[in-house]
């Protein structure tokens, strides 16, 4: 029985370890303690998108090149991914949680996070569940699908906590704990803070934990440049600090390295109509609006400015432009026609390679404002025409009902699954 003095905590995070290689090692016995690598495909100019702990102990990891992961670990065995078999997973893993306490957020394939109530709450009862999650995996799923659970008074510190011991790991961070067992971590290993991140934090002098700890709210937020700087003391301090508005998905975005049939300015743009399709979609699954389009196409050159990670030397161009608030798929293609008709057409801009769509500045439906230039009566039309869309694409897949601008693409740009989205709709 828990002891009243005990510790309380509020979240507990579940990271799946190494997930797709450790599913295909769970189906395929003969990868089992052996280096692997997922691959989208059988190529070496392609990165690993997945590697099992065999092979991370050489030095592969996700974004290795494969030709590299090859000299690095001579024996790797390559898997082309099954998306479809990761998801199935993934829900089986999900009904292994909930037999113990329910799933209050997906955060991407290979993570979820409980929110811990009442008798849960006390520490022993705490690491009690999470062992028992654990067993319900290991008994439900396979002995392959390992994870490590972090468990903390809010959802930003049970992420760094699961970070800590990999893999099966299962650490605790209390309030007591805090800031103090965070000296020994980096800026760059807490969750939102990438290279860019990172390089705006040294610019400011602040390159260690230690330094970053010691600033006020105020400090942080300017260092950080944003709201977010002051939401991250509270977090970091133990704090559950909540602000709805601020929790909203930013951007949404699909991108796709075009087959060489496709690499003409009508595949491109045939593909580019598809991707949008996409966006758009889950755009409205989750019940958000964008104000802003931007199209980035990259074309193959004798000297690009850069190389793509394939080894390609690329030219970049990019455009982006401002819309009303709007989720339809009728004003985001018209968004798109106008950046296709502004791109380059010069002889160093005719062989695309790659093709992205990004929709930004995301308003959630509760703070959508409807536009000044269309009615009511109009915009519903296009949300009633959009939804039946998106409910008959749903059950019959995506390409049931389409713009006839995407017949080039109907097999291209098939799905991939990043780790932070789930493939409902895909």
């Not at 000297?303 to 394939?310: A, W």
Request: hydrophobic share 40%.
């Amino acid at each position: 029985m828990a002891s009243e003095t005990e510790p309380r905590l509020r979240w507990l995070l579940l990271d799946l370890n190494s997930y797709f290689a450790s599913v295909e090692q769970e189906l395929r016995p003969e990868l089992r303690g052996r280096p692997i690598a997922v691959v989208p495909v059988m190529a070496d100019t392609t990165c690993a998108i997945a590697a099992s702990y065999e092979a991370k102990a050489f030095g592969v990891r996700t974004g290795t090149r494969v030709g590299d992961a090859k000299q690095m670990c001579p024996g790797i065995e390559l898997v082309e991914a099954r998306h479809d078999v990761y998801v199935d997973y993934h829900n089986r893993i999900v009904e292994a949680v909930e037999k113990c306490v329910p799933v209050s957020a997906v955060l991407s394939i290979d993570e979820m996070a409980s929110s811990l109530i009442g008798r849960e709450q006390p520490l022993s009862a705490a690491l009690d569940l999470a062992k028992r999650i654990k067993a319900s995996i290991r008994d439900n799923v396979g002995p392959m699908l390992r994870c490590s659970i972090g468990i903390a008074p809010n959802r930003y510190l049970a992420k760094i906590a699961s970070d800590m011991q990999k893999p099966d790991g299962l650490v605790a961070l209390t309030p007591d704990q805090l800031p103090a067992a965070l000296i020994r971590l980096t800026p760059r290993d807490l969750p939102g803070v990438g290279s860019r991140m990172e390089k705006r934090l040294s610019e400011q002098g602040v390159d260690t934990m230690e330094k970053l700890l010691a600033l006020d709210r105020e400090g942080l937020n300017r260092v950080w440049g944003s709201i977010n700087g002051e939401k991250l003391w509270y977090w970091l301090r133990g704090e559950d600090f909540q602000d709805a508005e601020l929790e909203h998905q930013k951007s949404i975005s699909q991108s796709h390295v075009l087959p060489p049939d496709l690499r003409t300015e009508e595949g491109c743009y045939a593909v580019a109509h598809k991707l949008l399709h996409k966006a758009a979609m889950r755009l409205r699954t989750a019940r958000l609006w964008a104000t802003r389009v931007s199209l980035t196409i990259k074309y193959v050159t004798p000297r690009g400015e850069s190389r793509h990670s394939s080894g390609i030397h690329q030219s970049v161009w990019s455009e982006g432009t401002a819309v009303i608030e709007c989720q339809d798929n009728q004003t985001l293609i018209e968004s798109l026609q106008k950046l296709w008709a502004v791109r380059p057409q010069d002889e160093n801009h005719r062989r695309p390679f790659y093709i992205g769509v990004w929709l930004g500045n995301l308003v959630p439906d509760h703070l959508h404002t409807l536009s000044l230039f269309s009615s009511l009566e109009s915009e519903t039309k296009r949300t009633r025409l959009t939804s039946t869309m998106d409910a008959l694409n749903q059950k019959y897949g995506t390409a049931t009902l389409f713009s006839a601008s995407m017949l080039l693409a109907r097999a291209a740009a098939p799905t991939r699954i990043a780790f932070t989205s789930i493939p409902d709709l895909f």
